[in-house]
């Protein structure tokens, strides 16, 4: 059981970080005094010709950068940088760009930047041409874990909820589709499978109840073949209950992800199905 729950907190455990390989011209180690982007006097100079972008840097990214109070990925995190948003970089430290922005000073990787001319053009980009310089923002790293950690509980009580509001009757199919579709793959497998039943309820291209997209025409060929009908008759195998219960708590490997077929392909392939 201990396993099983391990398997089923790295699926629906899901983090990603985005980054562009862009060279980072290395940076003197000096400080000028005006470095804070955020003065008045920065602001206005934005209006004009000769602000100077030689010291400054964008964050070439999806969606934010993390700042963190090291060179390194273990430290705390103290402020995130949006995309197309600008910091002052003050030096440079094993890859990473220390820079200043505000009330925030720390450490950025370099391949997360672009400097100069490639930075104002990002930040024109972004915010548009003419616009206030917009920088970064500061992060309370135990605040934020906190509401990380809440929100994690509350995710964790609706799945449980939604868990123990399933039917028996729904339980049975599940787990009986699963041991048709993915009865010798393994657990992502297993969960894969009933991902895509519960994400065709979830999608106006299909029914909106389990039984009714287990068994619409033409869809699951254990319907059709009979081998439904015996494993439902007989009852599922225990694994098969545990990953249907598992997909009804929330778990997910493969995505939003509403088809699959045995062997390689096109798609998200696991052990000897693809999904797509």
């Known amino acids: 059981m201990k ?3 391990k398997k089923l907190l790295t699926c629906m455990g899901a983090v990603g970080v985005l980054t562009a390989a862009m ?3 290395a940076m003197a180690e000096t400080q000028r005094e005006d470095q ?4 008045p006097e920065l602001q206005e100079a934005m209006q004009g010709d000769t602000f100077d972008w030689s010291d400054k840097a964008a964050a070439n990214v999806t969606t ?5 109070q090291g060179s390194d990925i273990s430290t705390d995190r103290v402020g995130k940088l949006s995309a197309g948003a600008v910091v002052t970089v003050v030096g440079e430290e094993n890859g990473w760009m220390e820079v200043v ?4 000073e720390g450490y950025i990787r370099g391949d997360l930047l672009v400097t100069g001319d490639a930075a104002r053009q990002l930040f024109e980009a972004s915010y548009g041409e003419g616009a206030q310089l917009v920088g970064a923002e500061a992060v309370d790293e135990a605040a934020l874990a906190a509401a990380e950690a809440q929100a994690a509980a509350e995710a964790a009580a609706q799945a449980q909820q939604t868990a123990a509001s399933v039917s028996q009757g729904d339980l049975d199919l599940m787990a009986a589709i699963i ?3 993915a009865g010798g793959e393994p657990y992502e497998g297993k969960i894969g499978v009933g991902a895509v039943v519960m994400n065709r309820v979830r999608s106006s291209q299909f029914p909106n109840t389990i039984s009714e997209v287990i068994y619409q025409s033409g869809q ?3 319907v059709a073949s009979g081998k439904l009908a015996s494993v439902l008759s ?3 195998r225990q694994d098969c209950y545990d990953a249907a219960r598992d997909v009804f708590a929330g778990a997910n490997t493969v995505g939003d992800c509403l088809f699959f077929h045995a062997g390689g392909g096109s798609g998200l392939t696991i052990a000897n199905q693809t999904f797509y």
């Open 3 to 5: 396993e099983r729950m």
């Open 23 to 25: 060279a980072v011209p």
């Open 36 to 39: 804070n982007i955020d003065k």
């Open 101 to 104: 922005s505000g009330d925030v």
């Open 64 to 68: 934010y950068a993390n700042i963190r």
């Open 179 to 181: 041991e048709c579709e």
């Open 220 to 222: 699951f060929s254990p």
């Open 234 to 236: 007989r009852g599922a």
